[in-house]
């Protein structure tokens, strides 16, 4: 299919969202564009913290029975919860998907924002959604779900870019074909021969593990002793310029 396929946003999941929010703002020195209260209707609330044009959303469940609590009694916290995907035409995508047996779990219709989440037993390793926002296909545009002047929130004296998604299987390549085919994007392979699925602005990255997970996040930072150095003051282990939290290994380069 033609037309661009951008990531737009990553969403993790946590039990509360403090002290988690405060210690991803504070370390890697981003700030809180919104709180979105349509996500109340999910049994959720959530903060979002844009990482230059890419949204970093941190949701947590405030009742029972909600898909992310589930989701977070299953993985043990382990892992990231959803990868969110601008385009021209998430209908017509959706439709490609479908055919492949991919169901569609939910569609968000608040003009001019509209979005269809696919079902995350299909998608494997992470929830999938696909969105359009009319008149605003500028990474730097309008985006609803993330207030109505993010833009203003964004900080890029610390964290310049989040560059890469690592999702771990079993069988990585076999896991990367699929999500290819979601995505219909061609797998190409590394220097390291592990697969990867090329976007404009982000890469998705697939290794073995012991399960489907979306398994680290890679951001561009100005600075990687200084930013080990405000996460072991907030208390986390680092180890090789890593540190875990949220359930996702945040990964440094420069």
């Known amino acids: 299919m033609s037309g661009h396929l951008h990531l737009r946003q990553i969403c993790l999941v946590a039990p509360q969202l403090e002290p988690v929010v405060s210690d991803i703002a504070a370390i890697m020195g981003l700030d809180v564009c919104y709180r979105d209260p349509h996500v109340d209707k999910y049994g959720l609330e959530n903060a979002l913290l844009p990482v230059d044009a890419i949204l970093l959303e941190v949701v947590a469940p405030i009742r029972e029975g909600t898909a992310a609590g589930r989701f977070l009694e299953k993985t043990g916290g382990r892992g990231g919860y959803m990868a969110i995907f601008a385009c021209d035409d998430p209908d017509a995508r959706a439709a490609h998907v479908n055919s492949l047996g991919v169901r569609t779990a939910n569609v968000i219709d608040h003009p001019p924002y509209h979005g269809v989440q696919l079902h995350p037993r299909d998608c494997r390793a992470a929830f999938i959604e696909l969105n359009h926002t009319t008149g605003s296909d500028d990474v730097l545009g309008p985006y609803p779900p993330a207030g109505p002047d993010w833009q203003r929130a964004i900080r890029k004296h610390v964290t310049q870019a989040l560059t890469e998604i690592e999702l771990q299987s079993r069988d990585p390549a076999e896991l990367a074909a699929h999500w290819g085919k979601i995505?219909?994007?061609?797998?190409?392979?590394?220097?390291?021969?592990?697969?990867?699925?090329?976007?404009?602005?982000?890469?998705?990255?697939?290794?073995?593990?012991?399960?489907?997970?979306?398994?680290?996040?890679?951001?561009?930072?100005?600075?990687?002793?200084?930013?080990?150095?405000?996460?072991r003051a907030r208390g986390y282990a680092v180890s090789g310029g890593s540190f875990l939290i949220a359930g996702v290994a945040f990964a440094l380069t420069t």
Not at 183 to 211: H, K
Request: proline fraction near 4%; charged fraction near 20%.
């Open 183 to 231: 995505l219909e994007i061609a797998p190409t392979i590394d220097a390291d021969q592990a697969s990867m699925l090329e976007l404009p602005n982000c890469r998705i990255r697939f290794v073995a593990g012991v399960a489907e997970i979306m398994s680290g996040l890679t951001f561009r930072v100005t600075d990687v002793a200084q930013v080990c150095a405000s996460a």
